[in-house]
């Protein structure tokens, strides 16, 4: 163990630093593959077949976002008792240093950084509009819903499965660079991807096709490119991480992966770099449904082993908002993970400066109110005139009523988990920003659902385009890096 300082603007976190984690040795081989840049790039997925039926589900009841009554109701219900009090707003934004001769920036988090709305928008405000925003990884998260990245076009068939590190073994023990893994589940499985930048344009005359060897059997791949004919490639099947390495005279627009025997584990690819430093270099490692339990369980020697060669400047940690939907939550266990898990980081990017990203708010909807308020007072045509002495009088509440304490549910999990990691990352060298608070605190996720254009999803859990575009001026401007 040692004692390190890191000096990040005149801020000086202090926080005890395991050793560096010893990469395991990423095995390599090398192919050429065919490559004239006169065949038909366009991906065509392959048509899937009917899908299998399945039994109906009963609808749910219609809900709604909850009134403004009920909503105050339920925040001022929360200031008045004493056992539900929340903690004390941690957060002290201090400038971040500035990067003269570019960022180089990694994201890990779950599904409100894996749709890419905020990244986006930070490279937006990091560099002049039209600049090249360069990329090293495209994960195996890819052709998953709500994954949005380097690739145009991803298509899947045959059978695939998907593993994360937080929650299964295997890909815990062989982590790709995004903690995730997708499996062939037999012969047949193929994935095409559509590698061209925005612009439409093939940059790549080589890369990195990153798998793990199993150790035993032999694996054979059928390789593509731009629709030329199929290259058998036998994989290195040593145990242990191996990048596959695929050079093409021309650059390369769509890549197509068929796997005729074995077993074989995507890790993801690896892109070469430019030999000019770009001003913004960014690798978004997000996938829906994670929490930081994969950085707590991953196998640390074999996840630095993808990242020996050039280092990140700012490594962005978002997890909270899976952690708070477990029906376990427990504040004890979660800091225990997390605490560990950026204990990890620690070891495979002790230099690397880090910022963890709290949950934003979440609101809970309600069943919709049954009653509506007519434009006028007279009753229907044919209704009961109101007996004697009754009150005509229709309720002036934005909105259904309902029990104060669950619309702050999670909103109160979510606060607790922001306050968490403010202390941890502190002990860790790290900074930390919580969406919740830039939102406005808790229960401010009702009041963005309601803004115009709407910021929040109707599930207020997510946000809209909007909403995360938002989040992002925000951090920008609390970190010193640009006016919202």
Known sequence: ??????????????????????????????????????????????????????????????????GDDAVN??????????????PAKPFIHQPLLTRPHGWRLAIWGDSHMAAAFFSDQLARKLVPVDTLVSSRFVQSGVGHGGVRGLVRKTCLSGEWGREMAYAHADAAAAPGPGMTSLVAKGSGATLAMDLRDAQGQPRHNSLQLLYHGEGLGSTLLAIRVDDETETEVSLDNRAGPHALVLQTSQALATLQIRVVSGQFRFQGIKLPEAPTPPPLHLDLFAYPGATVGGWARSDLAYLASWFTDQPYDLALIAFGTNEGNDPRFNETTYRETLNKALGNFRQVFPQTQCLLIGPGDRGIRVVKSKTTKSSKNSPRKGAKPPSKGAQNTPSTRSGPSAPAAPLLKYSRIHAHIGHIQTELAAQHGCLAWSMQEAMGGVGSAYAWARKNPPLMAPDLIHFTPAGYRELANRFMADFGLASP
Do not use: H, Y
């Open 1 to 66: 163990m040692r004692f390190f300082i890191l000096v990040w603007c005149g801020w000086i976190p202090m926080a005890w630093a395991a050793e560096p984690a010893i990469p395991v040795r990423l095995m390599s081989q090398t192919v050429q593959m065919p490559n004239t840049g006169r065949g038909d790039v366009a991906l065509v997925c392959p048509r899937k077949g009917a899908a299998m039926a399945k039994a109906p589900t009963p609808a749910a009841e219609p809900s709604e976002i909850p």
């Open 73 to 86: 109701e339920a925040l001022q219900s929360a200031t008045n008792n004493a056992t539900a009090n929340l």
